[in-house]
């Protein structure tokens, strides 16, 4: 089987699956583009351009403001589409961690930042606790506490990201 190719595409021309049901953090997810750009492809059914895998990293990116993000193109039919679909969510639900190599790993970075993960978490981890999001919790309501640093190229650039951050109801600060 060929490797597949990834392609950078323009955000507008693609779509979120109309029959997701899974419900993601696009905060933390932005979180994670901003700080660390984007780790992988979405995956995109070619035929109709709905996303298979990565709904919430387009929702992320278009909060960000990007215009393009990466694609692999999977040429499936709609049935194979809502497989993939399925098959993505779920294994990600079946998945679990080793609590002991997730400590280490995360104590192994001087910034927890883009992560997913903040120092509440790994307090609750390091005591046995549940994660603080994790429980009955709906994480499009979940709290979003992170730093961000801005270095932008521009003045309007910056501008426009500091009105984005306050439209969105976050704190900003002007480092010096």
């Known amino acids: 089987m060929p ?8 955000i507008d021309t693609l779509t979120p699956h109309p029959q997701n049901a ?14 660390n ?12 351009r709905h996303v298979i895998g990565g709904n919430h990293t387009l929702k992320a990116a278009q909060s960000l403001g990007w ?19 399925l098959a993505l969510n ?8 080793d609590t ?4 280490a790993l995360l104590k192994s970075l001087d910034d927890l930042t883009g992560t997913g993960y903040d120092e509440e ?7 046995d606790e549940p994660l603080p999001d994790e ?3 709906d994480v499009d309501d979940a709290p979003t506490a992170f730093g961000v640093v801005i270095d932008c190229k521009s003045e309007p650039e910056q501008m426009q990201l500091l009105d984005r951050f306050i439209d969105e109801g976050l704190s900003v600060r002007a480092l010096s």
């Open 37 to 48: 750009g984007q780790i992988g492809a979405i995956l995109v059914q070619k035929s109709t």
């Open 90 to 97: 779920r294994t990600a639900d079946l998945a679990e961690y």
């Open 67 to 85: 215009t393009e993000i990466d694609v692999i193109w999977r040429d499936v039919d709609n049935t194979q589409a809502k497989r993939e679909l």
């Open 121 to 127: 978490a790994l307090r609750a981890l390091l005591d």
């Open 135 to 137: 429980g009955d919790a």
């Open 3 to 10: 490797k597949p190719l990834v392609q950078r595409v323009k």
């Open 22 to 35: 899974r419900r993601g953090n696009v905060d933390v997810i932005a979180e994670s583009l901003f700080a």
């Open 100 to 103: 002991d190599d997730l400590i």
